[in-house]
C-alpha cells in the first residue's frame, strides 16, 4: 500500500504528521504556560491585628503611582497641593491647590468621594472642585480607607 503511492500523496502524508505534532507541541505549551493554576507566592500572616487607622498628623501621601508617574496630596501652608511627579520631560509638577477656606468647607459639607470603580489597578477620588483624580487600588485597597486618608489631609490643611 505504501510502495502504491505517488510523490504528492508522500508529501501529504508528512504534512499531515507534521501538522498533528505540532498541534501536539502546542497544546502542551499552551497549558504549561496558559492554563496551569497560578501560584501565589506565599505571605505571612501579621502576628496582631492591623491598623488601618489614619495617622493623626498626616501630611503627605501618594495616592497613584505607575512606571513613569506618581501623584502626590500635600498639607502646605496655603492648604492641600496635588503633584505629580513625572518621568516624561514637560510632564507633572503642580497640578492645583485647595487653599485653607476651600479645605475647610469640602470637610464640612463632605464633599470628598473615593468610587473604587471596575478598574482592577486603579480607582478614582474627588475632593470638592477637583474631580475623578485616579488613585492605585494596591496602594488603597480599601476605598473607605483612602476616604479617610483624604479628610485627615482635609483636616489638617484646613486648620
Avoid at 505504501?2 to 498533528?20: P, S, Y
Avoid at 477637583?130 to 489631609?153: A, G, H, M
Wanted: glycine share 6%; with cysteine.
Amino acid at each position: 500500500m505504501f510502495c502504491d503511492m505517488n510523490f504528492v500523496e508522500w508529501v501529504q502524508v508528512i504534512t499531515q504528521v507534521i501538522t498533528a505534532g505540532t498541534a501536539v507541541v502546542m497544546a502542551f505549551f499552551a497549558y504549561r504556560t496558559y492554563l496551569a493554576a497560578p501560584e501565589q507566592e506565599s505571605e505571612s500572616e501579621p502576628n496582631g491585628p492591623v491598623d488601618n487607622s489614619t495617622p493623626e498628623h498626616l501630611e503627605e501621601v501618594l495616592v497613584f503611582k505607575t512606571s513613569k508617574q506618581k501623584t502626590f496630596l500635600k498639607v502646605t501652608q496655603q492648604g492641600l497641593a496635588c503633584r505629580i511627579e513625572d518621568t516624561r520631560d514637560g510632564k507633572g509638577g503642580p497640578q492645583w491647590v485647595l487653599s485653607k477656606p476651600e479645605a475647610h468647607a469640602i470637610l464640612k459639607s463632605m464633599a470628598f468621594s473615593v468610587n473604587p470603580g471596575y478598574k482592577v489597578n486603579t480607582g478614582k477620588f474627588t475632593i470638592g472642585p477637583r474631580k475623578n483624580w485616579l488613585y492605585t487600588k494596591s496602594l488603597f485597597p480599601e476605598p473607605d480607607y483612602l476616604k479617610s486618608v483624604i479628610q485627615r489631609l482635609l483636616e489638617n490643611a484646613g486648620s
